[in-house]
């Protein structure tokens, strides 16, 4: 049960009293009152008590937390008499399109089933009672599920024969539930160009046909923007349900990247909410930073990890552009954690993909810091040959930035003839293509930069997204 009040204000009188007035909740329970008391700086004192909360005539719905569409089950109202008169009362039930009230006969409903007046097409119900003094009587109803989404249902309760000279009582109350499919949901998006000569295309021919033959939804969007195209990775990134460095840094980054889109996703990134949703993951990440200067996995960690806060204090400075405010004494620590990193990597001889990739990485963010690296830089780049994809593109990028000459640049634009397998799964083989466009745009070389975007859009999943937080905030960054 919630706390129903709380102060932490409140001052008596001269006689040591106090008064605190509060909306009594929607519940029959109990109570407890704690009171603690402070008077300068060695004078304490508490006290304890308790009160019910409850209603003359009361109705209390038992209903599941959540239901399946064909679902068959009993659900109950709890009528509670908590006065000192015996009388008549009746209980009715009003359900949505979502159920029908069962009225054959059932084997879990033969209590369920007697003294019923049925209405509207079985989706209203009442019941009449009898209660004694003091009574609580539980009413079934027997249900049936006949769609999907939130089911609300009304509930009321109300006197019809009283104690002569006993005021009439009435309760109401609605529940809520969500009624889902037994089974997960099958979701695919397609995109198309619309042009003059694809207009008599059938757009339902690349459907998946198990789709077409179910009962579902059909969204259909229009831009004339090939960036709505990041809707549902956007969708998915800002709505993923956990924080830790990565996902925290890529909830953040379209806020950072997109929130000047907000009339292209006005239900994804609202301008009011932009500023709050960055400072927020600002916090969180603070809240990784360790004594190295590094950031751990989580908050409160204490084992940083170096592609993690590689990638957070790139959120971080580009957040500190935005305006939302860093502590430059943070960020310093971060890249100076960055640096030695470097120093400890041995990239001379290292042939780990992962740790050469997280060197280039932590290159082009030092980079952005303006504290560049070049004798990594150009260790890396005689390496080039041995360096994963990911990683000749990130150090691209921080050549991008040290102005290096655009003929070494564009060596490492090109794309292998053969992938180097990618062990961690989150960190999305589709990354190169946004990295890749953006070196790209930076030297002009358009050819390249429309086949990195063809490419780009062209690895999503039937989702409409990149398969991982990771990829799908990278693919927002050009």
Known sequence: MATALWSATLTTDAQGKVNATFKAPDSLTRYRVMAVAAKDADRFGSGESKFVVNKPLMVDPVVPRFAHLGDEILIKGIVHNTTPHDGNVELELTLDDNAILITEQRPFALVGVRNRITMNASRSERRPITLKAGETVAVAFPVRFVKTGTTTWKWQVRTTTWAPGAPALSDAVESKFEVNSPIPALREVQYFELTSASGSQNLLQRINPQLLESEGDLNLSFSQSRLYEARDALDQTLHYPYGCVEQT???????????????????????????????????????????????????????????????????????????????????????????????????AA???????????????????????????????????????????????????????????????????????????????????????????????????????ATELLRTRTGRGDWGTTFGNAGACLP
């Not at 840094?249 to 909410?273: G, H, I, N, V």
């Not at 993909?353 to 290159?363: C, Q, R």
């Not at 293509?433 to 429309?450: C, D, F, I, S, Y």
Request: a positive charge; glycine letters at 6%; charged letters at 20%.
């Open 249 to 347: 840094s890529s909830a953040t980054l379209p806020w950072l990247a997109l929130s000047r889109y907000e009339a292209m996703f006005p239900d994804l990134l609202q301008k009011a909410k932009a500023n709050d949703a960055i400072s927020k993951g600002v916090r969180r990440l603070l809240a990784m930073q360790t004594d190295s200067g590094g950031l751990s996995y989580w908050p409160g960690g204490d084992t940083p990890v170096y592609w993690g806060s590689a990638y957070g204090a790139f959120v971080l400075m580009k957040a500190k552009e935005w305006g939302v405010p860093v502590p430059q004494d943070s960020l310093d620590k971060l890249t100076d954690y960055l640096s030695k990193g470097l120093r400890e990597f041995d990239l």
């Open 350 to 452: 290292s042939t780990e993909n992962e740790k050469l990739t997280d060197a280039a990485m932590g290159l082009y963010v030092l980079a952005k810091a303006g504290k560049t690296e070049p004798a990594y830089a150009t260790l890396l780049f005689q390496r080039r040959e041995k360096l994963p994809e990911t990683a000749r593109l990130y150090l691209a990028l921080s050549m991008c930035l040290n102005n290096a000459a655009p003929r070494q640049i564009a060596e490492l634009v090109k794309a292998p003839a053969k992938r180097t397998p990618q062990h961690r799964y989150w960190a999305a083989p589709e990354l190169a293509h946004p990295l890749r466009l953006l070196v790209a745009t930076h030297l002009g070389m358009k050819a390249e930069a429309q086949a990195a």
